[in-house]
């Protein structure tokens, strides 16, 4: 085994539009518990899947925003917020060998037919997130 593989849908916050910052302090514990576990085992972590809706509160329980999505608020800048922070929180760990994004659609056909409220960062302002993050050297934080 090389890697400690992990699906990223922690519960962060549920505020609607929660702030990059709020969201890097609500990363700290569960970083703090994931670097201990990779520590334990000498491996590093990876996001086996991550990734936020873009709809209002996209930082607390996905699992649960998922049901009615067609009836829940469309939120590029929460989507946009939560990725920013997770690849603030990690993106400078040594442990962390970094994730694999959900989702990333053929033909932007997205959940039940509501792309812009989907997981997808196509064509949203998270895609500029993921840009500016994967334009970076590995280990360097801006």
């Known amino acids: 085994m090389d890697y400690i593989g992990l699906s990223a849908y922690f519960?962060?916050?549920?505020s609607d539009?929660?702030?990059?910052?709020?969201?890097?302090?609500?990363?700290?514990?569960?970083?703090?518990?994931?670097?201990?576990?990779s520590q334990q085992y000498n491996k590093?972590?990876?996001?086996?899947?991550?990734?936020?809706?873009?709809?209002?509160?996209?930082?607390?329980?996905?699992w649960e925003l998922e049901n009615g999505i067609k009836h829940r608020a469309v939120n590029q800048k929460a989507q946009a917020n939560c990725l920013d922070a997770l690849f603030h929180s990690y993106y400078p760990e040594?442990?962390?060998?970094?994730?694999?994004?959900?989702?990333w659609f053929p033909e932007m056909k997205g959940h039940e037919g509501y792309?812009?409220?989907?997981?997808?960062p196509q064509g949203k302002m998270?895609?500029?997130v993921l840009e500016k993050w994967y334009r970076q050297p590995i280990g360097l934080e801006k």
């Not at 590093?44 to 329980?61: C, M, N, Q, W």
């Open 17 to 37: 539009t929660p702030v990059v910052d709020s969201l890097c302090k609500a990363w700290m514990p569960v970083k703090k518990r994931l670097k201990k576990f």
């Open 44 to 62: 590093p972590v990876l996001f086996t899947e991550f990734g936020y809706l873009s709809v209002d509160g996209s930082g607390g329980k996905t």
């Open 94 to 103: 040594t442990w962390w060998a970094g994730g694999f994004l959900w989702k």
């Open 115 to 120: 792309p812009e409220r989907d997981y997808t």
């Open 11 to 14: 519960p962060l916050m549920d």
């Open 126 to 128: 998270a895609e500029s």
